[in-house]
C-alpha cells in the first residue's frame, strides 16, 4: 500500500518538477520595436525558448518624464512573484515586472496582466482561468504532506 501511495505521488510531482515552459524571448531596441509589438512576429525568426525555469517575464522601463520606453524585455527566470504585473517607480523610471506561467503567456505591451499566450479566453471555464496543456490540477504542497505522512505512519 505505501510503496503504490509513493509511486501515485512521485508521478504527479515529477511533471512539475522536471517541466519546461515555452516563452518568448526577445529584447527591443530604439530602432526594433519588433519584441514590444509582436512577439509572435520575432518567434518566426529565432526559435521560441523552451526555458527550464519556473515563468516567462516581461520587464519594461519607462522614463517617467515622458512616458517612453527605456528598455523592454521578454525572457524567462526562476524565484517568481505570484502571477501578475508588478510595477516599481523611482525619481527616473517606472518598471513593470510580469510574471506567468503558462506557455507563450509573456505577450502583450508588459503594462498589463498577461492572457495566457492566445489572445482569447481559451483556458476560462465560465470565466475561470486555467493552465494551458493542463491535463489535471495541480496537487497542493498540503496534499504531499498529507501522502508523506501517511508513508511515515505505522
Known amino acids: 500500500m505505501k510503496v503504490n501511495l509513493l509511486i501515485i505521488t512521485a508521478a504527479l510531482y515529477l511533471p512539475h518538477v522536471a517541466a519546461n515552459i515555452m516563452c518568448y524571448t526577445c529584447v527591443s531596441t530604439l530602432d526594433d520595436r519588433t519584441c514590444i ?32 520606453i527605456a528598455s523592454f524585455s521578454r525572457s524567462c527566470q526562476n524565484n517568481c512573484e505570484k502571477d501578475g504585473v508588478y510595477k ?32 482569447d479566453k481559451s483556458r476560462e471555464i465560465w470565466g475561470i482561468k486555467g493552465k494551458s496543456s493542463c491535463a489535471f490540477v495541480s496537487p497542493s504542497i498540503s496534499t504531499l504532506l498529507l501522502i508523506m505522512a501517511l508513508l511515515v505512519l505505522p
Not at 509589438?37 to 521560441?48: T, Y
Not at 503567456?105 to 495566457?116: A, F, S, V, W
Request: with cysteine; glycine share 10%.
Open 37 to 68: 509589438d509582436d512577439p509572435q512576429k520575432v518567434a518566426l525568426s529565432s526559435p521560441i525558448t523552451n526555458c527550464s525555469m519556473e515563468c516567462c517575464t516581461v520587464t519594461r522601463q519607462e522614463y517617467i518624464e515622458d512616458g517612453s
Open 88 to 119: 516599481y517607480p523611482d525619481p527616473t523610471f517606472l518598471t513593470y515586472f510580469t510574471y506567468c506561467r503558462s506557455p507563450l503567456c509573456n505577450e502583450g505591451d508588459g503594462t498589463e496582466n498577461p492572457d495566457g499566450g492566445q489572445g
